[in-house]
């Protein structure tokens, strides 16, 4: 067993937050925001959300009305399930899903239906889309750019579910974390732009990825006024609010200038680049993601070479020979028996860390 370890499992950068935010978050402390906040979010925050969103995204929201701060993108999540969802109603969730979606609408007292998303370049069934709405359909939920397949929803998609959600009177739930974390050109798109969804879109996000600050747990959830009134009420007997410090340090990150965002994705595209070459010279079968910072690689080359026999003794074979930790492919879909040859990496590390994986899984070879 080699000595210390590299984990390229769990979705966190290893590196520094930016400074300009970590300074605020101490301004915010010495100037007193250290009670509680507004429940639903501290002016100041919902402001400079409204303000960011309709800028990226296109979202004309109201700050006072459609707007809930969370303890990040999970409490914000469970909190719209919870407002919406009645016994017997039905979510619809696409496979590969991060893993809190199907606990999460089990717990809201949803019974989730699943939709494949399909190697190599993570597309769906139509027709397996259409035939999983139906009258006890009550939502879907769309995570793009998405965990853990880095797959970025076109338009034409986007469109497509509309129409079914139309159909059905069904709402959205968008988990849009990663909306900064894009290669290739592609262009993140809002569901909550497509016409006639922008009464029955529900858009999540968080500042953890954008600004590398996973552990400050502050995110939102947008929303027409009918929806978020039933969200704040939820969000309140969860958790009463949001760090207010950390709510007063994201203000400032967003409005961070357009150079930020622009090195935050040059900076992960080469470390993209770095480990998919890395993956396929030790014998590692993956596609290149389209946004976020994973790959989901098929290992079944290397099966046999390291003696496993599922995803999950792969792994543990894996930490075993290279000290390299990875999550098991079959932890993202609803049946134990699918994803028994693929494993997730991530790689929003720092280089030091890379090369370091690098050296390590060149024992493969």
Not at 194 to 220: A, D, F, L, Q
Not at 230 to 243: E, M, Q, S, W
Request: aromatic share 12%.
């Amino acid at each position: 067993m080699p000595q210390g370890g590299y984990n390229l499992s769990q979705g966190f950068p290893d590196f520094e937050s930016p400074e300009e935010i970590k300074k605020a978050a101490i301004a915010a402390i010495n100037d007193g925001w250290n009670q509680y906040p507004v429940t639903y979010g501290e002016p100041e925050l919902r402001d400079a959300i409204s303000k960011k969103v309709a800028r990226y995204n296109g979202i004309k929201c109201n700050p006072e009305t459609d707007i809930t701060v969370t303890c990040g993108a999970t409490e914000a999540m469970i909190a719209t399930l919870k407002a919406i969802i009645n016994p017997g109603d039905e979510i619809i969730v696409f496979e590969p899903y991060y893993e809190n979606y199907g606990p999460d609408g089990i717990l809201s007292g949803a019974t989730p239906r699943y939709v494949t998303l399909y190697p190599p370049d993570w597309s769906y069934s139509s027709e397996e889309l259409a035939q999983a709405f139906n009258e006890k359909t009550k939502a879907i939920i769309i995570n793009t750019p998405n965990n853990p397949t880095g797959k970025v929803f076109t338009h034409k998609e986007l469109e497509e579910i509309a129409s079914l959600c139309i159909k059905w009177d069904t709402y959205a739930v968008t988990d849009e974390i990663y909306e900064h974390i894009l290669y290739d050109g592609t262009q993140h798109i809002s569901l909550t732009t497509i016409p006639g969804m922008e009464n029955r879109t529900i858009t999540i996000n968080s500042i953890s990825k954008t600004y590398s600050v996973t552990g400050w747990r502050v995110g939102w959830a947008i929303a027409e006024q009918s929806i978020t009134k039933r969200i704040r009420k939820v969000h309140d007997f969860l958790t009463v609010g949001a760090p207010t410090p950390f709510q007063h340090a994201a203000a400032v990150a967003l409005t961070f200038p357009e150079e930020y965002y622009v090195k935050l994705r040059a900076h992960y595209e080469d470390a993209r680049k770095f480990l998919f070459e890395l993956l396929q010279k030790v014998g590692f079968q993956c596609s290149h993601p389209k946004g976020a910072y994973y790959i989901i690689a098929d290992v079944k080359g290397l099966m046999g070479k390291l003696g496993a026999s599922d995803d999950f003794s792969f792994s543990r074979k894996l930490i075993e020979r290279t000290g390299v930790a990875t999550v098991p492919g079959s932890s993202f879909y609803s049946k134990s028996n699918k994803g028994k040859t693929q494993v997730r990496f991530c790689f929003c590390k720092k280089w030091e860390t890379l090369y370091a994986v690098e050296k390590a899984l060149r024992k493969l070879l």
